[in-house]
Structure formats: C-alpha cells, structure tokens
C-alpha cells in the first residue's frame, strides 16, 4: 500500500481485556512511532523503532504497555488489562529514517473505546 | 516532559478570513512543524522549519520559526472551507520524538 495502514480502525473492548494494534507502515521506512491522541488533545508520543536499534520506550505511560517490530516491517502495540482512561485514538507513523526530521506519515489511527 | 502551548484552541472564522494561530514552548526547539489533521484520518505535514528566523510559505499557508527558537506561528490567508480541521504545531527539541502542542480546531463559516 501507499500509506501508513493500522487495524482495526476501531476496537470496542471491556476493562481488563488486553487489546492488540498493529501498523504497517510506508515500506522502505525504517524509523516507526506510536502516539496516543486522547480526546480532545494533541499527540502524546509512546515509543519510537529506528531500524535494529533498541526502541525509545520513553513514552509508555505504565508497565501494561509495549510495543514489537519485525525488522523494519509490522508494529505491534499492546495494551494488557485495558482501563477506561486507555480509550484513545493510537496513531502510528513512519520515516525514512530518524533523520528525516519531521516528516513523519501517520495512519488513519485505531480508536480504541474501554468500557 | 516537554510541552508546547498552542493557541488559540478554536477558531470560527468567516470564509475569506485571515488566521493565525502559535506555539509557544519554555525551551528551545531545534524544529518546529506543523500539521493539519482532518477528521478520522492522521495528521500531515503542512509546513516544517529547521531555522530560526525562517519563514517559510507553501500556497496559502505562512509559518515562521521564530528568532528565540521558542515560539513558531502559523498563517492562512483568504480561509476557504476546506480548511477545517485541526491545525497541530509540533517541535523537536533535541535528538528526541516530535512533541505536540494540543491543536487548534479551525471552523470556517461560509
């Protein structure tokens, strides 16, 4: 595909339930983020994948949070034992590489509802 | 972490208005962006400044890195409906992830 592409667009779970997101991003893009847009609010950064390196956790809001990627290819956000406050959007977006400063291209985003 | 602060937070305007939103930060950024996000999809990238002092325009849209490295403003010019939506500025202060300010939600009145 041309673009950054996530599933499920949307997910309604229950709380205490682990939930799965995944990306898939431009190919060729070896650099990889998740952010979390909350109602309302601006983009709230999670983690980061740049090629083989150890990811930037940084971002992970609690220890029921991580994050996988395959080389430079899928992304796998995990949220285990949801809560109500995780209900969210969680965007995702590649580049080229770290160095393309910016010039990040995000998905359409999973929206994610705990009830 | 760090925060942006972006105002104003929302905006009617009348079609053919002028606008102007910024950003503000208490440290230095060695970037500013801004992106616009339209409903049920991602964010893009309008315009990106790497400079203090720049300025820089992309059709309607104007934006300015400004000189302390600490502020960045946004201008549209001649507003038309298609420019609804939610405008996002968004600085990189380091070697670090982008950081978002909270968005401004632009309605325009036709």
């Known amino acids: 595909g041309a673009g950054v592409s996530q599933s499920p667009s949307n997910k309604v779970t229950e709380k205490g339930k682990d939930v799965e997101l995944r990306c898939d991003p431009i190919s060729g893009h070896t650099a990889l983020y998740w952010y979390r847009q909350r109602l309302g609010q601006g983009l709230e950064f999670l983690i980061y994948f740049q090629g083989n390196s150890a990811p930037d956790k940084s971002g992970l809001p609690s220890d029921r949070f991580s994050a996988e990627r395959t080389g430079e290819s899928v992304s796998t956000l995990t949220i285990q034992r949801t809560q109500q406050e995780d209900s969210a959007v969680y965007l995702c977006a590649s580049s080229l590489s770290w160095e393309s400063v910016g010039e990040l291209f995000f998905g359409e985003g999973s929206r994610l509802t705990v009830l | 972490g760090q925060q942006l602060n972006q105002s104003p937070q929302s905006m009617f305007i009348q079609e053919g208005e002028d606008v102007s939103m910024n950003c503000t930060s208490s440290?230095?950024?060695?970037?500013w962006l801004w992106y616009k996000q339209d409903p049920g999809e991602g964010p893009v990238l309008l315009i990106a400044?790497?400079?203090?002092?720049e300025l820089t325009s992309n059709g309607r849209l104007t934006a300015q890195f400004g000189i302390t490295r600490k502020d960045s403003f946004l201008n549209i010019s001649a507003s038309i409906p298609s420019d609804v939506g939610i405008y996002f500025c968004a600085g990189q202060p380091g070697n670090t992830p982008l950081v978002f300010g909270k968005g401004t939600r632009l309605s325009v009145i036709a």
């Open positions: 400044l790497y400079k203090a002092g």
């Open positions: 440290s230095i950024f060695n970037t």
